[in-house]
């Protein structure tokens, strides 16, 4: 495993195996990795030949200065935990500069329309343009074959599957699922910002998730719809149970088009046919204390659900 910081000599490596009619395989992060990103990595190593994780902060996606500043960095314990990946750890780890990805005052954005709505695109405001535009510069840069990415951030992995389609980017997009700590809660780098009680907290997200694949599942067991208000309220009312806990937003919609689900169409998948499993995305976000948490789960996606039900708190 080696550390590359410049563009150059990330070209090079990549350039290297691809001669040698190597599968390259990018997994985007910002550090302060956790298990998550670690599962994220063994899906990319074990269908690539050259894996590459990119470790980089990027300034333009965040919308607070402060939630910059706080956002932990921990290079040398990130490389750490890579390298106990052993025959899965990655070839090369991306770790530049903010000056070397951003070389100048940056008048080009990605911006992508409808999708970014809603969500955290609705309190983050320029959030997204600032992930589309640098997971392109990413992808140009390291020109994969395939980028994984994780489920937990549900509506980054929507708009970057958009951007790949839309400017017929050559790189399958995969996306892979949350992985939670065992009493439920979504494994992300901001929970070690959390005290114990703010953790304790936070278990709210999974809680109400939960409450709101138990409505789906009564829903479906009486032979009907799933009544998307029900479950809205639902989750709403669990998390805003919990102390300490802000809620930003509670929202059920189409996993496609991150819409509410129209009434014709009431979210279904596959074809429409009635056989096929009706499937809503239910999106939480929350501040915990000072912490801003997301976490999500597709109710119709099967696994997606036990998954999450699987956890005991
Ligand atoms: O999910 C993240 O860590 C970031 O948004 C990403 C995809 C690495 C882009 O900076």
Known sequence: ?????????????????????????????MGALHEGHLALVREAASDADLTVVSIFVNPTQFDRPDDLAAYPRDLEGDEGQLAELGDLAPDVVFAPEVAEVYPRPSVTRVTVRGLTDRLCGASRPGHFDGVATVCTKLFSIVQPDLAVFGRKDFQQLAVIRRVVADLDLPVEVVGAPTVREPDGLAMSSRNRRLGPAER??????????RAGVAVARAGRAGGGPIDAVRVANEVGGTLSAAPGVTVDYVEVLDPETLAPPDATSRGQAGDGSPEAQQQLLVAVAADVGPVRLIDNVVLGDTEDEERLLAATS
């Open 200 to 209: 304790r907290s936070a278990l709210c997200l999974s809680r109400a998730l």
């Open 1 to 29: 495993m080696q550390r590359l910081t410049t563009i150059a000599e990330v070209r090079a490596a990549v350039g290297e195996a691809r001669r040698a009619g190597g599968r390259v395989a990018l997994v985007p992060t």
